[in-house]
């Protein structure tokens, strides 16, 4: 157990919804990284929180946000969903900014979209 | 830009065997490496990381990788697999900023 949590497991939906993932850090850590998983990309980064602001963007379409907040929580907000959006979403926490402390993963949210 | 080659996608040892996964980057500077496992089911858990020094690291697990500049390998290492290797691989490359570059990793079949 990695200490970051995630709801819900699973997520089924169908296309053009929104849905909110949501994803509490390991006590005390202040980064809240999101990862996309999908067979055809394989995982990717889509965005960085630290402390409350966005600190980093990758891969992330202009349909999905995320926001922090100030109890270090974080939610991705996926909307007008495709079925190409079916994935596993990954939230990762870390307690600086950069790469030099671990990053501990959640179990992850799959999404279905039909 | 950074990126990470995972050449096998597929690999199939026996139990008690020796293990050798590849890991190729592409980056400017020294990057940060990293070697994830992800069983089914579950997030990915760190095995190991470099950052500098000894170009030998050792994770948990019995795993270890050796960090090769020349040839920009970042391989992964285990002299005798159990059954309970048996997961998904990703090897992980960033610099001193934000987010991991993950190749598309290596699913490790292990046989009786």
């Known amino acids: 157990d990695s200490g970051v949590t995630q709801t819900p497991k699973h997520l089924i939906t169908a296309t053009g919804q929104r849905v909110t993932l949501r994803c509490s850090p390991r006590s005390g850590d202040l980064s809240v990284y999101w990862y996309q998983q999908s067979l055809d990309q394989g995982l990717q980064f889509l965005i960085q929180?630290?402390?409350?602001?966005?600190?980093a963007k990758g891969n992330i379409l202009e349909r999905f946000s995320a926001q922090q907040f100030p109890d270090l929580h974080s939610e991705l907000n996926l909307s007008s969903l495709e079925l190409g959006d079916s994935a596993l979403y990954f939230c990762a926490s870390s307690p600086t900014k950069g790469l030099t402390l671990e990053q501990y993963f959640g179990p992850g949210t799959r999404l279905t979209v039909t | 830009a950074q990126s990470v080659t995972q050449p096998d996608i597929h690999i199939t040892v026996s139990e008690g065997a020796s293990l050798e996964l590849r890991c190729n980057y592409s980056?400017?500077?020294?990057?940060?490496l990293f070697w994830y496992v992800q069983s089914p089911g579950q997030g990915l858990q760190l095995l190991l990381k470099?950052?500098?020094?000894?170009?030998l690291v050792q994770g948990i697990k019995g795993f270890e990788a050796e960090f090769k500049r020349s040839q920009s390998s970042f391989n992964l290492r285990k002299p005798s697999v159990h059954w309970s290797d048996a997961a998904e691989y990703f090897c992980?490359?960033?610099?001193?900023?934000?987010?991991?570059?993950f190749g598309k990793g290596t699913s490790l079949l292990v046989t009786p």
């Open positions: 992980a490359v960033g610099n001193s900023g934000y987010a991991l570059n």
């Open positions: 980056y400017g500077a020294t990057p940060y």
């Open positions: 929180y630290y402390n409350g602001e966005e600190r």
């Open positions: 470099y950052f500098s020094g000894d170009t």
